[in-house]
């Protein structure tokens, strides 16, 4: 199992350009989460999908933010437009029951 | 609000076991408790996770208090590779009741000394 998949793995961008992350949740998983990790504020969740439907957006910063997944295998995280307190490492994690969650490697975002 | 305590850090020697304390002291009776740890530069990974009693795997093991008001995880025999930052998380399954559950807090940083 190659287990959870993001790309890309770093991503260097200018503030008010596009940022679209990804993520190819393990086979099978009914849950998919995404996280936001910076030093201040630790591991934030941002969003969590139950088959494909969005469960709770409640940690989504602010409309700039968007996540969508349109099949099992696939989901995006989309910044538009970005801004330089969006710099963060970005996690995804799938989970087959909502229970024990396995995150991928993650996303360094740098927004300049 | 991570709805639990644990120290910022701790430090032990190699293959010495340890004992990382989380309080939460305002769980709720289907509250389960989990552990991740994260390697430095790398994802969450799970370690654990138990409602009530004592659970064991080949990672560590998880001593939950009779009153569900703290638990200690226990890693029997430390290595270098365990050096990490151990987070404690109460919570729910994910079934529609929100994501309460799933904040990580700041975590313990366990240091391994050689």
Redesign the interface.
């Known amino acids: 199992d190659a287990g ?1 998949i993001q790309s890309p793995r770093h991503e260097v961008t200018e503030m008010g350009q596009e940022v679209t992350l990804r993520c190819k949740p393990i086979s099978g998983h009914d ?1 998919l ?1 995404w996280y936001r990790q910076t030093m201040m504020r ?4 941002l969003i ?1 999908f ?1 088959n494909n439907v969005p ?2 957006d ?2 989504m910063p602010e409309d700039r933010f968007s996540a969508k997944m349109p099949n099992a295998s696939f989901s995006t995280l989309k910044i538009q437009p970005s801004e330089p307190r969006d710099s963060a490492v970005y ?1 995804c ?1 799938s ?1 087959l ?10 996303t360094r975002l740098t927004v300049l | 609000d991570a709805k639990t305590t644990q120290p910022n850090s701790m430090e032990s020697n190699e293959e010495e076991p340890v004992h990382l304390p989380c309080n939460h002291s305002t769980i709720s009776g289907t509250d389960y408790i989990h552990w991740y740890r994260q390697l430095p530069s790398q994802g969450p990974e799970y370690v654990i996770h138990g409602l009530t009693s004592n659970v064991n795997n080949r990672m560590a093991s998880l001593a939950i208090a009779e009153d569900r008001k703290s638990s200690t995880l226990i890693l029997h025999r430390a290595t270098l590779r365990d050096a990490a930052v151990y987070y404690c998380i109460r919570g729910d399954k994910y079934s529609g009741g929100g994501a309460d559950g799933l904040t990580f807090g700041k975590g313990t940083h366990l240091i391994i000394q050689p």
């Open positions: 959870v849950y989460f630790g591991l934030e969740l969590y139950n469960i709770d409640s940690g996690f994690a989970s029951d909502g229970d024990t969650q396995y995150f991928g490697p993650g």
